[in-house]
């Protein structure tokens, strides 16, 4: 079932890439679709990182927090530190050119 799931989102990323660089009609046109592709990278890769480690953190977190009240903090701080992921995706996007 991930087989299928992970087949479908590269097909569609790679049409994506294709459709993009075959609608570029000038010359320099390329270079800026590619950076539009790269910024979208950045961004969604480190997006989809982020969703990927909160849902198990979150999952441990709740089941933490439910045998001792006094584990907030600390799953609460667990929790937060993959969205430095997402915060360093949308940087690197305003770093390409």
Known sequence: MKNVKLVKILSALAA???ATVAFAAE???AAASFAAIGKGLAIGLG??????AQSAIGAAAVGAVAEDRRNFGTALIFFLIPETLAIFGLAFSF???
């Open 16 to 18: 994506v890439v294709l």
């Open 47 to 52: 997006l989809l990182g982020t969703g990927m």
């Open 27 to 29: 010359e320099g046109a």
């Open 95 to 97: 770093l390409i050119n």
